[in-house]
């Protein structure tokens, strides 16, 4: 299963499920150093970052960003 951080407020973190469901997690479940935006994935009963969907999310959003200011 996959989720992306939406936001975090003191010791949860709002995901989105793939579905579009929203879920939240407490912060000691999700790897150090996770933060909004983040791409995680639960293998095993544990959360992972995956750095490389999080960073291809990353650049298009900074792509749209940069084509709406210009």
């Known amino acids: ?3 992306i951080i939406d936001r975090i ?3 949860i973190a709002i995901c989105e ?3 579009g469901r929203t879920v939240t997690f407490s912060l000691e479940e ?3 150093g996770a ?4 791409v995680l994935l ?3 009963g544990t959360f992972q970052i995956d750095e490389e969907e999080t960073n291809q999310r990353r650049k ?3 792509e749209k960003l940069s084509r ?3």
């Open 1 to 3: 299963m996959q989720y």
């Open 9 to 11: 407020e003191q010791e």
């Open 17 to 19: 499920e793939e579905s």
């Open 30 to 32: 999700l790897p150090m």
């Open 35 to 38: 933060r909004e935006g983040d």
């Open 42 to 44: 639960k293998i095993n």
């Open 60 to 62: 298009k959003m900074r």
């Open 68 to 70: 709406l200011i210009k």
